[in-house]
């Protein structure tokens, strides 16, 4: 079970755009640390505050085969891409569901760690992939605002049907 509760799409609450981080502060450092953990837990390779309703620039990242590749990035954005590469994505929001969708083959985001330090990190493959989908949700959109009305229609009433099967 995640430690923090994961916000289900099509929850309104995933719309919502994230705040920039003003101070880096002992609840920030415990929001990374919980939302890594409910990551692990999960299982997934990347979780955006968003997605555990705090709404703050804050995601987590590790796409690491060993699961000792943590990065957390605050007040992350893509400073540069180039190049395009499509990708079968799933998300911890929309679980069981997985599409193609296309994104920038690499990329360069600028950050904030923890100590407040000013970084960048220079992606591909999977990382550019998952930095790119973690600050969508950060700005309020959901992988599958990617695919066609008619999928989105479709995750929708699927997303609806395990919920109730669930309750």
């Known amino acids: 079970m995640p430690l923090l ?34 990551m692990y837990e999960a299982p997934g390779v990347g979780l955006a505050a968003t997605q555990v309703d705090v709404h703050k620039r804050v995601i987590v990242i590790d796409v690491s085969e060993t699961r000792d590749r943590l990065f957390t990035l605050i007040n992350p954005e893509i400073i540069e891409s180039a190049g395009q590469q ?4 799933g998300c911890l929001s929309v679980p069981g569901i997985y599409d193609k969708v296309e994104r920038a083959e690499s990329v360069v985001a600028r ?25 969508e949700h950060l700005d309020g959109k959901v992988f599958v605002e990617h695919l066609s009305q008619l999928k989105q229609t479709r995750i929708k009433a699927r997303l609806a049907k395990q919920a109730k099967i669930s309750a």
């Open 5 to 38: 509760p994961i916000l289900r799409f099509p929850d309104p609450r995933l719309k919502k755009k994230a705040a920039p981080v003003r101070r880096i502060d002992e609840s920030i450092i415990r929001l990374a640390r919980d939302m890594a953990e409910t």
């Open 86 to 89: 499509v990708c079968e994505e």
């Open 111 to 135: 950050y904030l760690d923890l100590a407040g330090q000013e970084q960048t990190v220079e992606a591909n493959g999977l990382l550019a992939v998952c930095l790119q989908h973690e600050i």
